[in-house]
């Protein structure tokens, strides 16, 4: 009966001990934040790279390529991101309800000193939204017109059908005499026409050029339709939409 007794005290005080553990570790999932860093050609995780978060500290980027760092209240901070090979930037981290509302970053390798990388990025849903670059009464850049120009002015990098992208374009040279426009489509629609709305994608368009992020857009959560027409280029200036 001693024994028994003893035996019901050990399972009594395992259990109780393996419950706390738990409850430690989703105490401590709770207080972090995580942020990953994506190459904007290739989609693989960004290893090794060093991210400053304002007022928290220095941090380096895992094989996956994540950042985790103390939970903070709402509000918005900077983010800084250097690695070799890569383009320096400055991003913005939005906390909203405890949550960061759009934890993908999306980073670009460097470019030759004329080139202009976009890259696309969304959320799970919808899966295939589609990039779109042209010169006006030229080329056309998509996944269905061309992937890569005979001159190499333009090209695809890459195309997404699952879901987060990236999809990325990459222009050899923006010519000032001509203009240019980006828009976003939502290719989903067509395979299931009640799918989930373009607006509620979280798509956000990263713009590098002259080896350093120009633009970041992101689209307005009161949009109608399948189309985002994103920016247009004129004599050389990046114009945002209005929508």
């Known amino acids: 009966m001693k024994n028994q007794k003893i035996v019901f005290t050990f399972l009594f005080f395992a259990i109780t001990f393996s419950l706390n553990a738990q409850q ?14 994506v190459n904007a050609t290739t989609a693989e995780p960004v290893a090794g790279a060093k991210v400053m978060i304002e007022n928290i500290g220095s941090f380096s980027t895992d094989s996956s390529g994540i950042v985790i760092f103390p939970k903070q209240p709402d509000g918005a901070l900077k983010a800084i991101f ?30 030759e000193s004329d080139q202009l990388r976009i890259a ?8 295939d939204l589609d990039a779109h670059f042209i010169e ?3 080329y056309h850049i998509s996944f ?3 992937r890569v120009l005979n001159d190499g002015t333009a090209q695809l990098d890459r195309d997404d059908m699952d879901g987060y992208g990236p999809e990325s374009i990459t222009v050899s040279q923006i010519d000032n005499d001509r203009d240019y426009s980006f828009y976003v489509y939502k290719y989903s629609n067509k395979k299931n026409p009640s799918n989930y709305p373009l607006c509620s ?4 368009v990263w713009v590098y050029g002259n080896n350093r992020l120009l633009n970041i857009f992101h689209i307005p ?7 985002w027409n994103v920016f247009k280029i004129i004599n050389g200036v990046i114009v945002e939409y209005k929508q």
């Open 24 to 37: 430690d570790t989703t105490n401590q999932t709770i207080k972090t934040f995580t942020i990953y860093f």
């Open 82 to 111: 250097r690695k070799e090979g890569y383009i320096s930037a400055i991003y913005t981290i939005e906390i909203t309800n405890e949550t960061i509302f759009r934890d993908y970053i999306i980073v670009s390798p460097v470019l």
């Open 120 to 127: 696309l990025s969304w959320d799970k849903q919808p899966e």
């Open 136 to 138: 006006n009464n030229s």
């Open 144 to 146: 269905r017109n061309t």
């Open 201 to 204: 994608s979280k798509a956000t």
């Open 221 to 227: 959560t009161s949009m109608k339709g399948d189309t």
